[in-house]
């Protein structure tokens, strides 16, 4: 069965301090990695796709690393408005078709000034 | 270029009644997901339509169906409402429905039971 975990659950960063999200998985022949964002009571805003190991992607203070099992989600000197869930998700291969994912828990990020 | 609209936002409603909710997909998009997203469980996958047809399904009771129309929206459906079922339910859309394909969410129906 495939599963994705995430941690830590949550994280209380100090503005300007440096830190990382994990996102570990297991699936049988990973077809891509999705991060993505949720403020509270909004739904997620989608933030990068991973499709192989060593793959990275950029954009603005975030920065998404894959490998064979996991992938982190890099955050250098955040500010107050990085403050959000952050979730990672696999797609679920039932049937070789279909657009499914499996999310893990999010990690709740905090930044405070 | 328009996102994923949802309506309604919010809706209350009392057990064992039914509800319906609303998702129209971005402009050119073909395939609709639903999620249920509860503080103990997460987000959970619902159903996917693609073309009008429904091509998987989550593990959730006959109780929740939905539809999609030949415009792509879509429509999800509860009926006999449990307390429970409280959640905010997601509505994504991705261009081509395939696996690794990017699925863009809407904001959400906050749906109360009580």
């Known amino acids: 069965e495939d599963q994705v975990t995430q941690s830590p659950e949550a994280l209380r960063l100090q503005e300007g301090e440096s830190s990382s999200l994990n996102c570990s998985y297991t699936v049988s022949g990973l077809r891509g990695l999705f991060w993505y964002r949720q403020d509270p009571g909004k739904g997620p805003e989608f933030l990068f796709t991973?499709?192989?190991a060593g793959e990275e992607k950029e954009k603005e203070r975030l920065k998404a690393t894959l490998t064979k099992k996991e992938s982190f989600l890099h955050i250098t000197a955040p500010k107050p408005e990085d403050s959000a869930t952050y979730l990672c998700a696999v797609p679920v291969d039932w049937n070789n078709a279909g657009n499914m994912l499996t999310f893990g828990g999010g990690t709740r990020l905090m930044v405070k000034p | 270029k328009a996102g994923v609209t949802q309506t309604p936002r919010y809706l209350i409603k009392t057990r064992g009644q039914q509800v319906t909710l609303s998702c129209s997909p971005i402009s050119g998009h073909r395939s609709v997901s639903w999620y249920q997203q509860t503080p103990g469980q997460g987000l959970q996958f619902l159903f996917e339509?693609?073309?009008?047809?429904?091509?998987n399904k989550g593990n959730f009771p006959g109780r929740f169906s939905g539809r999609q129309f030949s415009n792509s929206r879509s429509e999800m459906n509860v009926s006999t409402l449990e307390l429970g079922d409280s959640a905010l339910y997601l509505c994504a859309s991705s261009k081509t429905g395939g696996p690794t394909d990017t699925q863009y969410f809407g904001p959400g129906t906050r749906l109360t039971v009580l």
């Open positions: 991973l499709y192989s």
């Open positions: 339509y693609f073309s009008e047809t429904q091509r």
